[in-house]
């Protein structure tokens, strides 16, 4: 847990550089991609004078292109429908700059974590989150990522992200989680 | 050793075994019992020692009875007299109380050592005969099981069915810290939740506990190295190894009742599907195929076929297959809900107990059982998040796993639905029983 709320900072930490280097000309839509990409979101209103004067972003202008990538990295928790096991097709955009983004940089590595809300049997939800977690990996490999840059795991509904028997709960626990390695 | 902070700041992903963490108190709490309990009395045990004992014997035999609800106990206070053998036994004073049995005891010091002995007599009122009686020693410590054995001659003398008050259960208990910290742990106590031990302490998710037929291992899954993996667990001593390593999911460890093989679910093929392992050789095979979840594998008394959850007609269905089957030759058990899970015989093997949600639109989960030649559904619990059941050994409760003001406890139900208590935790969640084997 240790190592993977590490990588979650250094995820945010990450996500607060790329928001910093495109505040500017960002158009202003932000992602929804909740817990994680959040954290760099709540910073945005403080971030926009560091990257006037942050000397790294003198590199040139980003394009259009570039930008979408870089909000669509940010965004590394996909949420389910309850009893499906496909992601949304509102995350297949996002999906391919993740997929592009591995297939550019082979020496990445990733890791799925698919987890289930706790209706139901833990033995199921444990199969269901790995389905779920497969339907990204599958989508990801299709798009150009290489299957040895990502490993699969199922945690079903024994690390649910936010506790409680409430519908926002559990449309927050049914979810893949991106994980930098 | 500051157990908890060494685990807070370093050993993520590490364990400790047989941990001097507090376990999960577990104290029982009837909440239904039957319509017309059979009226007993268990008179208070004498003891001829000095000092004072640790344990209240007739107590613990009072709440044996009464908590799997077919038995009301005479409260001590409405007493005409206290004999503690047979000689002082007026079966009047007992009718007069409308008593159908009675139960007395004396405890005394063994001679010339530290143990005790518990002599107790049984008696049935209305036909002024003594149904069993003996002599139990032991030491002071051993007077909770000593009471439990009396529990269990008493039960099967009224009931005909062997008593279950010496076996044990075991579970899971998720402490929630905060969201980047949850202590799992594997814990195992009496069937009363009583006498709780720590057997395995992790970070990281604890899963499936699976008693071995002789009660000497467990199964289970760990994720102590990130990934989901089986492990067996000698209980007195502790020895643990990992047993396997296959790529992705390998869950749902379950012993077959011959103890020479493990069912598991492996979906190192992609998709998750239904394996056994023959404990002696390793010899692994694949028992389904099928590219849809099939998962929750039980055994059938005689070791030969699997039942096992199956989403291959769309939705959880349960299915069952012989050994050595075509992985095609599968035969559809259940019909009639929109999903059926996590499904096991009694030991009659016609009962079939399972985790049931009737209709898509209704996402209640609860604990039935299905009557495989009659066809006939009886659904016994009426929470929503009930799941994990396991079976007394004598086949007359069932232990599950549900919420109760948000937090898991474990339930147990009678067979027939009349009769529930709970085990309330004062810690942590707790989660999938497993009721273990006869231990005696």
């Given at each position: 847990?240790?190592?993977?709320?590490?990588?979650?900072?250094?995820?945010?930490?990450?996500?607060?550089?790329?928001?910093?280097?495109?505040?500017?000309?960002?158009?202003?839509?932000?992602?929804?991609?909740?817990?994680?990409?959040?954290?760099?979101?709540?910073?945005?209103?403080?971030?926009?004078s560091?990257?006037?004067?942050?000397?790294?972003?003198?590199?040139?202008?980003?394009?259009?292109?570039?930008i979408?990538?870089?909000?669509a990295?940010?965004?590394?928790?996909?949420?389910?429908?309850?009893?499906?096991a496909?992601?949304?097709?509102a995350?297949?955009?996002?999906l391919?700059?993740?997929a592009?983004?591995?297939?550019?940089?082979?020496s990445?590595?990733?890791?799925?974590?698919?987890?289930?809300?706790?209706?139901?049997?833990?033995e199921?939800?444990?199969?269901?989150g790995?389905?779920?977690?497969?339907?990204?990996?599958?989508?990801l490999?299709?798009?150009?990522?290489?299957?040895s840059?990502?490993?699969?795991?199922?945690?079903?509904?024994?690390?649910?992200?936010?506790?409680?028997?409430?519908?926002?709960a559990?449309?927050?626990?049914?979810?893949?989680?991106?994980?930098?390695? | 050793?500051n157990?908890?902070?060494a685990?807070?700041?370093?050993?993520?992903?590490?364990?400790?075994?047989?941990?001097?963490?507090?376990?999960?108190?577990?104290?029982?709490?009837?909440?239904?019992?039957?319509?017309?309990?059979?009226?007993?009395?268990?008179?208070?045990?004498?003891?001829?020692?000095t000092?004072?004992?640790?344990?209240?014997?007739?107590?613990?035999?009072m709440?044996?009875?009464?908590?799997?609800?077919?038995?009301?106990?005479?409260s001590?206070?409405?007493?005409?007299?206290?004999?503690?053998?047979?000689?002082?036994?007026?079966?009047?004073?007992?009718?007069?109380?409308?008593?159908?049995?009675?139960l007395?005891?004396?405890?005394?010091?063994?001679?010339?050592?530290?143990?005790?002995?518990?002599?107790?007599?049984?008696?049935?009122?209305?036909?002024?005969?003594?149904?069993?009686?003996?002599?139990?020693?032991?030491?002071?410590?051993?007077?909770?099981?000593?009471?439990h054995?009396?529990?269990?001659?008493?039960?099967?003398?009224?009931?005909?069915?062997?008593?279950?008050?010496?076996?044990?259960?075991?579970?899971?208990?998720?402490?929630?810290?905060?969201?980047?910290?949850?202590?799992?742990?594997?814990?195992?106590?009496?069937?009363?939740?009583?006498?709780?031990?720590?057997?395995?302490?992790?970070?990281?998710?604890?899963?499936?506990?699976s008693?071995?037929?002789?009660?000497?291992?467990v199964?289970?899954v760990?994720f102590?190295?990130?990934?989901?993996?089986?492990?067996?667990?000698?209980?007195?001593?502790?020895?643990?190894?990992?047993i396997?390593?296959?790529?992705?999911?390998?869950?749902?460890?379950?012993?077959?009742?011959?103890?020479?093989?493990?069912?598991?679910?492996l979906?190192?093929?992609?998709?998750?599907?239904?394996?056994?392992?023959d404990?002696?050789?390793?010899?692994?095979?694949?028992?389904?195929?099928?590219?849809?979840?099939?998962?929750?594998?039980?055994?059938?008394?005689?070791?030969?076929?699997?039942?096992?959850?199956?989403?291959?007609?769309?939705?959880?269905?349960?299915?069952?297959?012989?050994?050595?089957?075509?992985?095609?030759?599968?035969e559809?058990?259940?019909?009639?809900?929109f999903?059926?899970?996590?499904?096991?015989?009694?030991?009659?093997?016609?009962n079939?107990?399972?985790?049931?949600?009737?209709?898509?639109?209704?996402?209640?989960?609860?604990?039935?059982?299905l009557n495989i030649?009659?066809?006939?559904i009886?659904?016994?619990?009426?929470?929503?998040?009930?799941?994990?059941?396991?079976?007394a050994?004598?086949?007359?409760?069932?232990?599950?796993?549900?919420k109760?003001n948000?937090?898991?406890?474990?339930?147990?139900?009678?067979?027939?639905?009349?009769?529930?208590?709970?085990?309330?935790?004062?810690?942590?969640?707790?989660?999938?029983?497993?009721?273990?084997?006869?231990?005696?």
């Amino acid at each position: 847990m240790t190592k993977q709320s590490i990588q979650t900072i250094k995820m945010g930490l990450m996500a607060f550089s790329l928001f910093a280097l495109v505040a500017c000309s960002s158009s202003g839509d932000t992602d929804e991609s909740g817990a994680m990409g959040s954290e760099g979101s709540s910073s945005s209103s403080s971030s926009g004078s560091t990257a006037r004067t942050n000397p790294g972003s003198t590199s040139g202008q980003l394009t259009q292109e570039e930008i979408r990538a870089q909000n669509a990295l940010r965004q590394t928790v996909f949420y389910f429908d309850f009893d499906i096991a496909e992601f949304k097709a509102a995350d297949r955009e996002t999906l391919s700059f993740h997929a592009r983004d591995l297939a550019a940089n082979s020496s990445k590595r990733i890791r799925l974590e698919g987890h289930a809300d706790e209706r139901g049997t833990r033995e199921y939800n444990l199969a269901l989150g790995e389905r779920r977690a497969n339907s990204v990996l599958n989508y990801l490999i299709v798009n150009g990522a290489s299957r040895s840059q990502i490993e699969v795991v199922s945690y079903g509904e024994e690390r649910p992200a936010q506790q409680g028997q409430s519908e926002n709960a559990y449309s927050r626990n049914r979810r893949v989680e991106v994980v930098a390695r | 050793m500051n157990l908890s902070k060494a685990l807070h700041s370093f050993l993520a992903g590490t364990l400790c075994l047989w941990s001097i963490a507090a376990s999960a108190e577990l104290s029982i709490q009837i909440t239904q019992g039957v319509d017309n309990p059979i009226p007993i009395a268990v008179v208070p045990f004498s003891w001829q020692g000095t000092g004072v004992l640790s344990e209240d014997v007739s107590q613990i035999v009072m709440n044996d009875l009464e908590q799997v609800g077919e038995f009301l106990a005479l409260s001590r206070s409405n007493m005409l007299s206290l004999p503690s053998d047979e000689s002082q036994v007026y079966y009047r004073d007992w009718r007069i109380l409308a008593q159908d049995y009675l139960l007395v005891g004396k405890i005394d010091r063994a001679p010339g050592s530290q143990l005790v002995q518990v002599q107790y007599e049984f008696f049935d009122i209305n036909r002024e005969i003594k149904l069993a009686g003996e002599v139990l020693t032991g030491s002071v410590t051993q007077l909770r099981d000593i009471a439990h054995e009396i529990s269990n001659v008493v039960f099967e003398q009224v009931t005909g069915t062997r008593g279950a008050f010496t076996t044990e259960i075991m579970y899971v208990v998720a402490e929630y810290v905060n969201p980047e910290l949850t202590y799992f742990r594997l814990e195992k106590s009496d069937y009363d939740g009583q006498r709780a031990q720590v057997l395995l302490e992790s970070v990281e998710p604890i899963m499936s506990p699976s008693w071995s037929p002789t009660g000497r291992d467990v199964a289970y899954v760990s994720f102590e190295t990130d990934l989901p993996r089986i492990y067996i667990q000698n209980i007195a001593t502790g020895d643990r190894r990992q047993i396997t390593n296959y790529p992705n999911l390998n869950s749902s460890p379950e012993w077959s009742p011959d103890g020479t093989k493990l069912a598991m679910v492996l979906s190192k093929d992609g998709s998750p599907d239904i394996y056994v392992q023959d404990l002696t050789t390793n010899q692994l095979i694949q028992v389904t195929d099928h590219p849809l979840i099939d998962t929750e594998p039980s055994w059938t008394a005689d070791s030969r076929s699997i039942v096992f959850m199956s989403e291959r007609t769309g939705q959880p269905q349960i299915y069952q297959i012989e050994l050595g089957a075509s992985s095609f030759d599968v035969e559809r058990l259940t019909y009639d809900c929109f999903q059926c899970l996590n499904a096991q015989f009694l030991p009659d093997g016609v009962n079939l107990v399972h985790v049931r949600r009737e209709t898509r639109q209704d996402p209640n989960y609860q604990i039935a059982v299905l009557n495989i030649e009659t066809l006939r559904i009886i659904t016994l619990t009426s929470t929503s998040l009930d799941e994990s059941p396991s079976v007394a050994p004598n086949g007359s409760m069932i232990m599950y796993g549900t919420k109760f003001n948000g937090r898991g406890v474990l339930d147990a139900v009678s067979i027939d639905g009349t009769v529930k208590f709970r085990l309330p935790s004062t810690q942590g969640d707790v989660r999938e029983p497993a009721w273990s084997p006869f231990l005696n």
